[in-house]
């Protein structure tokens, strides 16, 4: 009998994706041995209420871009395409039963498991995917406590040293809109898409690029 498929779902935004975005993605499928990685961008996040973003198709086009080339990762639009809220629990339903019999691993940063419980249905997410949690210095969480709550995580949560370096997109977006270089923080192809559809500027903002 063949061995099952371990798929990585990572979700986010990705306005834009950046360099940790990949680097995480790969220090995690390495050390959770996965077969393939999903980047899922999310329609609209429930704790982004509020917050601007960018089209959908910028987005996609960006994270496309970005992993072209390496054939363990791949892009799922579920989110995109049934729209209204992106719950966790909700899209790894649905890929559950797409990609059964993977097995399925949900990839997030340590400050996410602090705040699973707060989730919408953190069981479910827990009964149907692995957490594959990278860890990051300077942030420390009471894992026992996330059990305590969630107890369905239990024996279900790995955690992953990856490199860290101090990239947002939240600062990536502010830096384009006043001017600063992106460079080293984004790849090349995806700068440069940046540029060419001036994303992140102020809608009477009029500068002409340099070549």
Do not use: C, N
Request: no cysteine.
């Amino acid at each position: 009998m063949p061995e099952r498929q371990r798929i990585g779902i990572f979700g986010g935004t990705f306005d834009p994706i950046h360099l940790g975005h990949l680097i995480a993605a790969t220090d995690l499928r390495h050390a959770l041995t996965l077969d393939r990685v999903l980047f899922v961008p999310a329609k609209r996040p429930p704790h982004k209420a509020g917050q601007i973003i960018s089209a959908d198709h910028h987005r996609l086009a960006m994270l496309r871009l970005a992993i072209d080339g390496e054939p363990a990762f791949a892009v799922d639009t579920i989110d995109l395409d049934r729209g209204g809220v992106s719950y966790t629990s909700d899209t790894i339903e649905l890929l559950e039963e797409r990609l059964r019999p993977a097995v399925l691993w949900f990839l997030m940063g340590i400050d996410s498991l602090r705040d699973l419980p707060t989730w919408h249905r953190p069981d479910q997410l827990a009964r149907l995917a692995y957490l594959g949690v990278a860890r990051r210095p300077g942030i420390e969480v009471d894992v026992e406590s996330v059990l305590r709550q969630v107890p369905e995580a239990r024996h279900r949560v790995s955690m992953v040293s990856t490199v860290e370096i101090g990239i947002s997109a939240s600062d990536l977006r502010r830096r384009v809109a006043t001017g600063l270089p992106i460079s080293y923080q984004v790849l090349p192809r995806v700068e440069r898409y940046i540029r060419d559809q001036r994303l992140y500027r102020s809608p009477d903002d009029t500068a002409v690029d340099p070549d």
